[in-house]
């Protein structure tokens, strides 16, 4: 059973602050990681992903991915009110073949004025 | 592109009828999914296709629960006889190079 682990929070920050999400999985075979942003009564929306160990920067968002670990992280700089919401982290098999998504049940950010 | 559309977006019914849900997906892409999210479970994928073929079908709960792809534009998701533990929303995606996009979802209430 592969599983994705999120804190449900609610994560609280202070606008401008960074939001730190954190997510670990089990499958060690992972090979894709993905990040969604889904806001109250809407639908899920990719906002970063991430194939290799280390950063990668998207404007205000850097996903940083520790496969050793088998932990995944959303940073987000100048936290603003706009990006409250919670954050799905997705991961994706490495099997030969297809693998789909497995979901985490996502961290709830607050970003106060 | 209007991106994946998903009918209707609320649907209340009552325990024992049949509810049908529709989505149209993003033109060009090969996979389709249907997922169902709730508070206790999150999202659940329910089933997937590939070029309108079912693949997976193994997150479907009940022979309650059925699905088809006619063709690479529409897909439905069939529950018969609703209950009130289907109560959930159900959004449909669609995927192209890994990168899934929602539709809006479809609100489920059977009372």
């Known amino acids: 059973q592969k599983e994705v682990e999120q804190n449900s929070g609610p994560l609280s920050v202070p606008e401008g602050a960074i939001a730190s999400l954190n997510c670990t999985y089990s499958?060690?075979?992972?090979?894709?990681f993905f990040w969604y942003r889904q806001y109250s009564g809407k639908s899920p929306e990719l906002i970063m992903f991430?194939?290799?160990?280390g950063d990668k920067e998207d404007g205000r968002f850097t996903a940083q991915l520790n496969k050793a670990s088998q932990y995944v992280s959303l940073l987000i700089r100048d936290s603003q009110p706009s990006d409250s919401a919670t954050y799905l982290c997705?991961?994706?098999?490495?099997?030969?073949?297809?693998?789909?998504?497995?979901f985490g049940k996502g961290t709830m950010l607050l970003v106060s004025p | 592109d209007a991106g994946v559309i998903q009918s209707p977006r609320h649907e209340v019914t009552e325990m024992g009828q049949e509810v049908t849900l529709r989505c149209k997906p993003i033109?060009?892409?090969?996979?389709l999914f249907w997922y169902r999210q709730t508070m206790m479970r999150g999202l659940e994928l329910l089933i997937y296709?590939?070029?309108?073929?079912?693949?997976?079908d193994s997150g479907m709960p009940e022979d309650r629960f059925s699905a088809k792809m006619p063709n690479a534009s529409f897909s439905t998701l069939k529950i018969q006889p609703s209950e009130p533990r289907d109560s959930a929303v159900y959004f449909c995606?669609?995927?192209?190079?890994?990168?899934?996009?929602f539709g809006s979802g479809t609100q489920l209430s059977v009372l």
């Open positions: 997705a991961v994706k098999g490495g099997n030969s073949g297809y693998s789909t998504l497995t």
């Open positions: 296709f590939n070029n309108n073929v079912p693949i997976d």
């Open positions: 499958d060690r075979g992972s090979q894709s």
């Open positions: 991430i194939y290799s160990n």
């Open positions: 995606a669609s995927s192209y190079h890994e990168k899934l996009f």
């Open positions: 033109s060009g892409h090969d996979y």
